[in-house]
């Protein structure tokens, strides 16, 4: 999952509201609220596109176990394809 | 609501009439302040709390549209050579560090005079319609008659089934256009280049008094300004250009307002809270809450005339009040006027706002 590389797509825009984030599909006009995790996993697709360090930032921040908080960044990241919102580069 | 917005803890939850505060929060546009300032304030329900903050992240996202659409104009004005200054909107809250707490509904844009019709171009190729036709908008004679509450060319398109509209204003201060372009300021951390903060305040004030201060966003905005940006403010270059702006006395009730409703003081302008101001605000702070104070073109006129300093102020607003606006330039199919018509057509339309409408009298009963 580490070698996966994931990115915003570019009609989306994206502002953080304190340890929130708001994301607005400009094409679209729909918008998704995403939790402190959720911010947290987002923050670090845009920055680096990389799963396997959004799951390890997300153990140095959250509580839980690895198995979890893989599951939880793989099952954003699914939810967020499907609205169109990352695209994963080949 | 107004110790919420001051940032105090409120009344206890038993003693408020919460629905009629969550009403007056919607009606006023408050709701994403008021997430913002009641977040962990346990007398507010908790229901409450959570609608307001859904708000304050819808106004977030609508703000994202605004602010992305904004920045592409900028963009798109610069390669044209226009150059151009966002006001108010969402740079307004980006300036204050909070990119939620305005609720925006428009981009508003400022240009210079001879810029507009470029201006304007850009916007047309970027897919908005112009409520102005082009022909007026090099119109010497229309564009020397606006002033600050009149320059503004309204422009729409379509978005995702909703609407995008744009102002585009030429003139934001009765001040010289060049030294207000002069002294531009660039806010960090957000890298806003807008108006100087000096003229930026009086133009948030110049504004609230155009529209009676009947927003009480707009008062929370001058508040806020004043307690991010205030101790920047050369208090001596302010007083200096709101006396030449004739806007003192604007300033003086915008200041003596914020005072009396959020407790927000600002003793370097103390000054201008004389009397005649402290007199006038207290009207205001009759119905904080009410909207629409004047109710009438003729009532809005009239409060901008009582709010002015002095009678040459007062007879230069007359006088552009005589001039033909955009209305009585063009025919309805955009075509321009010639200036006999249009000064005619003013006088008329002028006759039918400030004079009372006469009534037919009753006829006299029959004599038996």
């Known amino acids: 999952m580490s070698a996966r590389k994931i990115r915003a797509h570019p009609d989306v825009v994206f ?28 923050d670090e697709i845009v920055r680096h596109g990389d799963v396997g360090r959004a799951v390890a930032t997300l153990e140095e921040k959250f509580e839980g176990t690895p198995a979890e908080m893989r599951a939880t960044v793989q099952d954003l990241i699914r939810e967020l394809a499907r609205e169109g919102l990352v695209v994963e580069d080949a | ?26 009606r006023l546009w408050l709701e994403p302040r008021l997430a913002a300032r009641v977040a962990d304030n346990a007398h507010v329900p908790a229901e409450l709390r959570h609608r307001w903050l859904h708000a304050r992240r819808s106004t977030a996202a609508r703000n994202l549209l605004f602010q992305n659409e904004e920045e592409n104009l900028l963009r798109a004005l610069q390669q044209a050579g226009v150059e151009a200054i966002p006001l108010k909107g969402t740079s307004l809250a980006r300036i204050l560090g909070d990119p ?40 010497a004679a229309f564009l020397t008659g606006t002033d600050e509450h009149t320059s503004e060319v309204k422009c729409r398109r379509e978005w995702a089934g909703s609407q995008l509209a744009v102002e585009l204003h030429w003139k934001w201060l009765p001040l010289p256009e060049a030294e207000v372009w002069d002294a531009l300021q660039t806010y960090s951390p957000s890298g806003i280049s807008t108006l100087g903060v000096e003229h930026y305040f009086l133009f948030l004030c110049s504004h609230a008094a155009g529209g009676s201060w009947a927003g009480l966003r707009w008062l929370c905005d001058i508040a806020e300004f004043l307690a991010v940006l205030g101790s920047g403010m050369d208090a001596l270059r302010c007083l200096h250009l709101a006396r030449r702006a004739g806007l003192r006395r604007a300033v003086g009730i915008t200041l003596e307002l914020i005072q009396r409703l959020f407790g927000v003081r600002f003793d370097k302008l103390d000054s201008l809270r004389d009397a005649r101001a402290c007199s006038v605000a207290q009207r205001y702070l009759r119905r904080p809450f009410d909207p629409f104070l004047s109710g009438s073109v003729a009532g809005i006129h009239r409060e901008r005339l009582r709010v002015l300093d002095g009678t040459s102020r007062r007879a230069a607003y007359i006088a552009r009040l005589l001039r033909p606006t955009f209305q009585e330039w063009t025919d309805s199919e955009g075509r321009l006027r010639p200036a006999t018509s249009a000064w005619a057509l003013r006088l008329t339309r002028l006759t039918k706002i400030f004079l009372p409408a006469t009534r037919p009298r009753p006829a006299p009963e029959a004599q038996p």
């Open chain 2, 1 to 26: 609501m107004l110790s919420l917005l001051s940032g105090s803890a409120g009344v206890p939850q038993s003693q408020a009439d919460w629905s009629a505060v969550a009403a007056l929060a919607s």
């Open chain 1, 15 to 42: 502002q953080k509201l304190g340890e929130e984030s708001v994301l607005l599909n400009l094409r679209t006009g729909v918008y998704w609220s995403l939790n402190p995790s959720g911010a947290v996993i987002w």
């Open chain 2, 100 to 139: 939620a707490v305005r609720p925006v509904t428009d981009i508003d844009l400022g240009v210079r005079a001879p810029d507009v019709t470029r201006a304007a171009d850009v916007l047309r190729d970027a897919g908005y319609a112009l409520s102005l036709p082009s022909p007026l908008l090099g119109h």
